[in-house]
């Protein structure tokens, strides 16, 4: 299995991205899909979920409403979509897959590589 996660970039605050991951080796349209971050000299934290059934998100307090997460079973593929850029954004990004979510944090089984965003002032 393996998730691939592009899209990152140097972008201006108040700018948009958007962050894809490509999984390879099973299938996911049944799994939980999401995203977590880790800003330099931080801790990785979660940033977006979208489960299984394609109908249900969560979102980190620090991102809603700025970020929309969608799937595309079809091409195995998660996506992030993120407005409203701001330099506090600045991250790696890392796609993960399966899993549960529970208790408001998410426990994947699979973790992409990341994609590293950095948002100018």
């Known amino acids: 299995v393996q998730l691939q996660a592009f899209g990152g970039a140097l972008v201006q605050a108040g700018g948009s991205l958007r962050l894809s991951c490509a999984a390879s080796g099973r299938s996911f349209s049944m799994s939980n899909m999401g995203w977590f971050r880790q800003a330099p000299g931080k801790e990785r934290e979660f940033v977006a979920l979208l489960a299984w059934s394609g109908r249900t998100t969560y979102y980190a307090d620090s991102v809603k409403g700025r970020v929309t997460i969608s799937r595309d079973n079809a091409k195995n593929t998660v996506y992030l979509q993120m407005n409203s850029l701001k330099p506090e954004d600045t991250a790696v990004y890392y796609c993960?897959?399966?899993?549960?979510?529970?208790?408001?944090?998410?426990?994947?089984?699979?973790w992409g590589q990341g994609t590293e965003v950095t948002v100018s002032s």
């Open positions: 993960a897959a399966d899993g549960d979510y529970r208790s408001g944090n998410y426990y994947p089984n699979y």
